[in-house]
């Protein structure tokens, strides 16, 4: 067993070698503080343009632990110790904290928390596009209680529209924009009760497709929620869990077809390769399917049939941007959640790196002239990374010390509780020869799992309820940066 005090050491010295000369110079520090301060004042003179464009990047679960991880992990992707990269969002000039709390809920979820930011209503847990009135699963409490919501508003301006997520287009955080639910699981009719049914209300695909018939751009996944039972998908044929869910026997992407004017320019796509074969200045509609339920993590995705996310918001401003009356456009970086969820810090974070890239890539295709762009989370998650790790050493690596209590290393990374707890031979798991580089994503260590408060579970790690971050270009006049409200609108 090697010493922890030798670890130590040698994690010192190694810091130490890190640190590049210009760093050491007093100067360099203060010059960054000088301009920093340049730039603040500024600001002073605020953008009083009103925007006619509006992005919002949603990401799902991205706390604060997380940004600074990927950013970490971005800087590492390029060769570089990590700490002083900059991300997009970090660019921006302004920056604060919402409040995430749903109405019945000290931690929330992410149906409740996008009611609030896209309607400007906080609302129950489990709920999405109505106020608190509306119980969750109770079908007969939704009439008269709906809200409506930016994309909406947006619309009735007379804007472009578009939903761009990695998640189902019907899952939580898009679903808020158009639908109105007592319960995000109804994801098609097969997912709701009887009672439900009865009662007349609508699955949120259903609702996607009737609600509002002319949004401009949808892109995600979700395929198997548009068609028959049983109907076999187009990708997955053996895939019995990948074909069709409704019981209504209706096939939406049909529907979402007829409703579509002659004269215009309809295109329903499946695949990359379709996609980016599409020439966005004859697209007045575009609906892209691209997986049966969530699609893949970027780490997993398939480059031949799977778009990323910067590819799906780079069509989606192009065809938007069309309308001289300006767009609104949603992107969700939806799966960082789920990484988290499952314990897999690698596939969060590449995530989170991702949904940056698509940031920069939104930021080269507008003016901050004439876009709002806000960049935001609904939540964060019991992820943080520690142990006195040097400058540079992997995010994903081993702390440089081993447990005072069981003499073991640990990882950076680690959950509060989750799946990630391992025990051998009635100990914790050793994790000093496990490679944690693997590009399949590794579950990471709930630790120390039989401390007070910290526990392991055997399927999924819960949300933490945080205030989040959120930074935005210019048109500040509209927003008070320093702590937002409940519910932004």
Request: hydrophobic share 35%; glycine share 8%; with cysteine.
């Amino acid at each position: 067993m090697i010493s922890p005090f030798l670890l130590l050491a040698i994690g010192t010295c190694f810091a130490s070698s890190l640190v590049p000369e210009k760093e050491k110079d007093p100067k360099y520090w203060r010059d960054q503080a000088q301009q920093t301060l340049k730039n603040a004042l500024r600001l002073q003179t605020l953008n009083t343009n009103v925007a006619k464009n509006v992005i919002m990047f949603l990401g799902d679960g991205m706390g604060v632990s997380t940004v600074t991880a990927a950013r970490i992990l971005k800087g590492q992707l390029h060769h570089s110790p990590g700490e002083e990269t900059k991300l997009e969002m970090d660019k921006f000039p302004y920056v604060a904290l919402s409040k995430t709390y749903n109405t019945n809920a000290q931690v929330p979820d992410s149906a409740g928390t996008a009611t609030a930011y896209l309607c400007g209503v906080k609302a129950n847990e489990g709920t999405v596009g109505v106020s608190a009135a509306t119980q969750r699963s109770q079908c007969n409490t939704t009439q008269g209680n709906e809200v409506t919501s930016i994309l909406r508003w947006a619309k009735d301006a007379g804007k472009s529209v578009g939903i761009v997520t990695t998640t189902r287009v019907n899952h939580a955080t898009p679903s808020a924009s158009y639908a109105h639910s007592a319960d995000r699981d109804w994801y098609s009719d097969n997912e709701m009760p009887p009672e439900a049914l009865s009662q007349g209300c609508k699955d949120i695909a259903y609702q996607l497709m009737h609600n509002i018939k002319d949004i401009e751009v949808i892109m995600g996944g979700g395929r198997k929620y548009m068609f028959p039972k049983n109907r076999t998908d187009v990708e997955y044929e053996l895939d019995e869990k990948a074909r069709g869910t409704r019981l209504d026997g209706l096939n939406l992407i049909d529907i979402w077809k007829s409703f579509k004017p002659k004269h215009k320019h309809s295109h329903y796509v499946w695949n990359r390769t379709d996609l980016l074969a599409l020439d966005p200045h004859s697209v007045d509609y575009l609906l892209g399917l691209f997986e049966p339920g969530d699609m893949q993590y970027e780490l997993n995705r398939n480059n031949a049939t799977d778009p990323s996310l910067s590819e799906m918001v780079e069509m989606a401003i192009r065809i938007l941007n069309k309308n001289p009356k300006g767009f609104f456009l949603l992107v969700e970086g939806g799966r960082i959640d789920h990484g988290h969820h499952e314990g897999k810090a690698k596939q969060a974070l590449h995530e989170a790196v991702e949904m940056d890239q698509a940031i920069g890539q939104a930021g080269a295709m507008t003016s901050v002239e004439d876009t709002l762009t806000v960049v935001t989370a609904d939540h964060s998650h019991v992820f943080t990374f520690g142990g006195y790790t040097p400058r540079g050493n992997s995010i994903f690596g081993l702390a440089p010390m081993v447990s005072d209590t069981d003499k073991k290393p640990f990882t950076a990374i680690l959950y509060g509780n989750g799946p990630g707890y391992k025990v051998v031979g009635g100990e914790r798991e050793n994790v000093s020869m496990v490679d944690y580089g693997s590009p399949c994503g590794l579950v990471f260590l709930v630790w120390p799992w039989w401390k007070l408060g910290v526990w392991p579970l055997p399927y999924s790690g819960p949300h933490l309820g945080d205030d989040s971050e959120r930074a935005s270009c210019p048109q500040e006049a509209r927003v008070s940066w320093k702590r937002m409200p409940e519910g932004i609108p």
